[in-house]
């Protein structure tokens, strides 16, 4: 994709001053080691994400911080300081070294996004346990999935959920020693039910202080499952020295400085909802929004604006239900406090990074990783202007690729089995060269598929994307979801961008169907804004606006309305339960589906 327009960086705004000033000085210059030093470690050696999220901040100037500042569903706000959030978290440690897990013992946790969950996340890690996040809003089965892959020794969550999710399938989880209740508004006094305990009482019972064990940087810290959104989820492992990445990532792709007031929207389940919900903001001692409710447009820019939200980190599917809502809402609110706005999880449109731009005051900076990759890796800087539909450019610090295959879509391999690198504009795998600190070290009990993972000395990422002359990569879809019609490699992303142009598209989902002549055409789910309504016109009018957009070869030979595409429930169209459905195929896993409510 040839980028039509650029938008100039905005340094400066607010008169603060980037971190990073100038991409290629700081690529040039950029070593891991560099960003561990700005880091602590332990006293006697070693590393530990927790340490460096709270502890150091509680025994330094920033003691009395505001770290979270939390809306409860009702719009109560409650605040917790670094010292306090310390301090709390020591408490959970010494619960869980009281009930006898130890480290690497796996500490599930289901719950809503509130401040519990920040002190259950950060005493499990306090304790060297392992933290493993799911949806609170999961049903029972991918709930006992998951456990049993992760074998959990504890669960903490909610009376509520525990009734409707957990206690069904509990004696099938043999591993799972306790069961820990954070009370959800129910009276202290109500019992708990058999085989829980109140998490409230035994942290009024525990102490206040706890000392870190020894952590190598190399310990299990982590245990995130992926969006399961082209099968069934993996549960990925990620290590203490991880901390390292989310500083530096922090600091280069999402610009936190101290005074910052950050909110990350993502769900907890959710790699972001750790990686950048919970550890980056914490390590760089911003104060962070926790907002427990769902989307609300009119309460996000409620949030927005009564929190002043300086750096915000969000999602695609967020950003068009806000421009769903309307242009008029956006205006309604001071959004003036905005300095950096970040996406995540699916390709952002051009489109919607011009409506940032227009409408909020900010362009959006997207930004491309996965569960397995544990941080940014390729992203839109502060200090660099933005091309509309790119992903940006590697982090200082990663080394990205675009790889060329063969027919079968096997990596080329060049005579020293070193993988071979496509040309600038060929389209091919992106890869990383491993060795960042919060890669994943393997996908738990799956040894064969984390090997399958590399080739040729690169991680293999399983996103189809290329890369321009001046280094921006653009993506063109997973690998499992481009279509191949007439000999053309059509990416997913390059359809659904043109169709979301026309005034009358709120969402749409394309996937290929099989075709004798073309080997495959295109097929677009079109989900129209409020106001539109489904009719023969419109169809023939969105077919004629791709057409000319994009070409006959490559524009939709077929357009339906859905008014309910189906999303994971990370907010990810699930472009292969359209293609199943669409097929009459089984629909596999879809544990991560959202339900419609
Ligand atoms: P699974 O691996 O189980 O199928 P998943 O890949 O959706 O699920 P995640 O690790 O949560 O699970 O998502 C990472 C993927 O999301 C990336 O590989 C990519 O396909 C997509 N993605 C993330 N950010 C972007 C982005 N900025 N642009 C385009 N795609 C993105
Ligand atoms: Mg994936």
Redesign the pocket.
Known sequence: MVPTDVIAKTIGVHGQSPNMVDYAAERAGFRWQDARQALDGLAGGGLNIAHEAVVRHARSDRRDHVALRCRDRHGVRTEMTYGALDERSNRFANVLDGLGIGPGERVFVLLPRNAQLYVVALGTLKNRSVLSPLFAAFGPEPIRQRLGIGAGSVLVTTPTLYRHKVASVREQLPALRHVLLVGDGAPRSTPAPPGTLALADLLDAASGDFTIGPTDPEDMALL???????????G?IHVHDAVVSHYATGRIALDLHPDDVYWCTADPG???GTSYGIIAPLVHGVTTVVDESEFDAERWYQTLEREGVNVWYTA?TALRMLMQAGAEMAAAHDLRALRFVA??????NPEVVRWGRDVLGVAIH????????GGIM?ANYACMDIRPGS?GRPLPGIDATILTHDDQGRIVLGPDDRAVEADVGVEGE?ALRPGWPSMFRGFLGDAARYRSCFAGGWYL???LARRDEDGYFW?I??G??VIKSAGHLIGP?EVESALMEHESVAEVGVIGVPDALLGEVVKAFVTLKAGYSASVELRLDLLGFARRRLGAAVAPREIVFDPHLPH?K?G?IMR?LLKARELGLPEGDTS?LELPS
């Open positions: 995130h499952f992926t969006s399961g959104t082209t099968g069934t989820p993996k990925a959710w790699v972001t695609p996406s995540v999880g699916e390709p952002l997207d930004n491309w990783w996965q569960t397995e990759t390729v992903m992106l990422s399983g996103d993506f879809g997973r499992d979801d992303f994971t990370s990810k292969r991560t």
